[in-house]
């Protein structure tokens, strides 16, 4: 009979750490976007296009984001959060969460119309999503403007934009 509870005893043991042992996988397997991607040619029409750029530095807490265009640099810097209350509040200029396999970016950008005009907010969502063997980044952008009622002429633009844009990794970390 002891020799029966010793052997159930080492069973559940030796449950308890594989199944430690998957959960700890899981946690290590979030996505990193961390390198450096070049847009793809097929989404450019000119040579000059063809030179941007996009590098990403991801830690724990934040995502880096500097894209390099002709004539143009961004860099955003954006808390990686996986709280949705935080990430629904955009009191920051933009936010990231990891949501299974793609990152989710959302920023808000002051624009002006002209130059009398009060500041249009313009509100862009990107998924990003690394192929299988990580060498291609696909973004889909969803953008609008916050500030535009339905049929508000200053607001030419239009709202509900969206494009996918596809960046070959150049370089890893």
């Known amino acids: 009979m002891k020799r029966l509870w010793i052997t159930g005893c080492w069973i559940a ?7 430690s042992s998957v959960n700890a996988g899981l946690a290590d397997d979030k996505m990193d976007y961390s390198g450096k991607y070049s847009l793809e040619e097929q989404n450019h029409k000119s040579r000059k296009q063809a030179d941007s750029t996009l590098e990403v530095v991801q830690n724990e807490d934040r995502v880096k984001i500097i894209k390099v265009e002709p004539r143009k640099t961004t860099i955003s810097d954006c808390p990686l959060s996986s709280s949705d209350r935080a990430y629904r509040n955009l009191a920051d200029k933009c936010r990231a969460q990891l949501k299974g396999r793609n990152l989710i970016v959302e920023s808000v950008v002051n624009t002006f119309r002209e130059p009398t005009h009060s500041p249009l907010r313009v509100h862009t969502k990107e998924r990003w999503e690394l192929s299988a063997d990580n060498k291609t980044l696909t973004i889909k ?33």
């Open 141 to 173: 952008s969803d953008t609008d403007f916050m500030d535009c009622s339905l049929g508000d002429s200053n607001c030419s633009l239009g709202s509900g934009a969206s494009r996918t844009t596809k960046y070959k990794r150049v370089e890893s970390p």
């Open 13 to 19: 043991w030796i449950g308890l750490a594989i199944g």
